[in-house]
């Protein structure tokens, strides 16, 4: 029998067989308490009541039509988390609730900054950062203006949650000097201390990951616990109504959507954009360009990415796929589809799932947000 040839693998491609010969990998796991259970074990920093401590309001402004709120609280390690809530002014009554996670992006020197237009004027690079992935705007404020308050929080290692670059390796500092000045990691409008910093957060990611396993946890069960916290502090306001939080978010924020579908079980419905697809179909050129978010240490032994995202079904999931998404592969994304669309059919509920396949690159344009937002204000009556 021919061994497939992984190109990122080459003459060792041979060691997916093997590795296949030794346990069982992609089992499917059904939804249910037991998916669930090992979720959470696999994750890890799923224990205890996570609220936030110390909570503040430092700030409020009025954008136009809306009221934004600056507010931060710690988790109860580093330093404080910084968020931003926006809703509609003079709103009545308690509002439906969104978690807005924001993307990875290789952009750890910002968070919530990403995807939400806070009392100030935003600097060139993030306005060039909108275009890139967000069709030119903050999406956190328009989809406030759909009836919703949205809470937007940097999570760890992003934004106020960031590592202190003189803690990170030095030999990284050296290798980005020695990149040329179209890299991707030059962006003509970033600054060059924030270009730096993003560069060098990327190779430290891999050293947190090592510290997330000799701590007995893993990067994805670190923000996830992160992400709760943040929906636990939502349901605390008595602007939002807590029997109703939703989440979405595109790419890294995509995964952090599918975590927090996956381990809060007052989550009322998820939307993950450009971060979804089966893991086999991944193994040849896409596994390097992922976030460790993506892949919790173990969790192939269990079960696939979709069968994690599924766990609580039928509880509501919109997944938006871009077909020509250079991080993941057609097959990948489709296989994750069927996958998703046969465990919500399985539970009796195949209408609680809808998949959409968009064309282009990797993104979250304007029409795939408006039939994001029509699908939440659905799914939350309004």
Known sequence: ???????????????????????????????????????????????????????????????????GESISWSVGY????????????GAPGPLPGIVALHD??????SGKEKIALGPDDPPPHLVGYWGWLYAGRAYVNALAREGFAVLAHDTFLWGSRRFEQQVMPPWASDALAGLPDDSPWRG????????????????????????CHGLGTTLAGVVSHEDRIAVNYLRTRRDV?????????LSGGGARSTLLQA?????????????MASYEHLLDRHIMPHTWMFFPAGWSRFGDWPDLAACRAPSPLLVQYNRHDELFSLEAMESA????????????????????????PHKFDLEMQAAAFAWLRQQAGI
């Open 1 to 67: 029998m021919t061994q497939p040839l992984y190109q990122d693998l080459g003459v060792f491609s041979d060691w997916v067989s093997e590795a296949q010969r030794q346990h069982p990998l992609y089992p499917a796991a059904e939804p249910g308490p037991e998916t669930q259970r090992r979720v959470r074990e696999v994750l890890g920093f799923a224990g205890g009541a996570e609220m936030p401590l110390d909570v503040r309001i430092d700030g409020t402004w009025e954008p136009d039509g809306l009221t």
């Open 78 to 89: 580093g330093p404080r988390t910084e968020a931003w809530l926006i809703k509609p002014a």
């Open 104 to 109: 990875h992006g290789g952009f750890k020197w």
């Open 188 to 211: 003509s409008d970033t600054p060059d201390a924030i270009a730096r910093y993003n560069f060098v957060a990327a190779q430290h990611e891999h050293v947190i990951e090592k510290y």
């Open 241 to 249: 109504n807590a029997d109703w939080i939703g989440c979405i978010g």
């Open 263 to 275: 381990t809060h079980d007052r989550i009322r419905a998820a939307v993950v954009v450009g971060m």
């Open 337 to 360: 589809d069927q996958r998703l669309a046969a465990h919500y059919a399985h539970t009796g509920h195949a209408e609680a799932y809808r998949g959409e396949f968009y064309p282009g």
